[in-house]
């Protein structure tokens, strides 16, 4: 559900950034909103596709080592990249709220022409955070779930 939501603001922007263009070169009347609304749209749906691109694998992978992996291996390289994300994700999380918290007791806007509140942005990052450390201890729980996990064991019990 949330990534739906993340592929449908991103929707918003060509119709903001066409209504520009042409009033722009169209009618020589430039707006003061719609590039700073398409950036204000893009963040959010750079943030909240984040944990779903991780589910999916879609991430950037640097896998010349654990291409080569099999079996058991293979899954303690999965299960220690994982748990990289997941502090990396709880400790921006936690870094990030502050700033938002701080964001909102100010009432922070964009300080630009049109200067729309930018608080309630804020929030989205540390959310996004948790929301991708939680996705990557769903994937840790996966891999350890994975029924060949249960076979590697028994193989290695055999041996």
């Given at each position: 559900m949330l990534f739906v939501l993340a592929a449908a603001i991103?929707?918003?922007?060509?119709?903001m950034l066409l209504y520009e263009v042409v009033a722009r070169y169209v009618f020589d009347a430039p707006t003061v909103w719609a590039m700073e609304a398409s950036t204000l749209v893009f963040g959010p749906h750079f943030m909240l596709a984040g944990p779903y691109l991780l589910h999916l694998k879609y991430h950037v992978a640097v896998d010349i080592l654990s291409a080569n992996l099999t079996g058991w291996k293979r899954r303690a390289a999965e299960i220690f990249a994982n748990t990289v994300v997941t502090a990396f994700a709880a400790l921006l999380a936690a870094v990030s709220w502050p700033l938002a918290t701080s964001s909102y007791g100010m009432a922070e806007t964009s300080f630009s022409a049109w200067n729309p509140s930018i608080w309630w942005l804020?929030?989205?990052v540390?959310?996004?955070?948790?929301?991708?450390?939680?996705?990557?201890?769903v994937e840790i729980i996966n891999v350890v779930r994975q029924p060949d996990a249960q076979n590697d064991v028994q193989k290695e019990h055999s041996a």
């Open positions: 991103i929707f918003s922007v060509v119709p804020k929030f989205i540390p959310f996004a955070f948790v929301m991708l450390c939680a996705q990557a201890i």
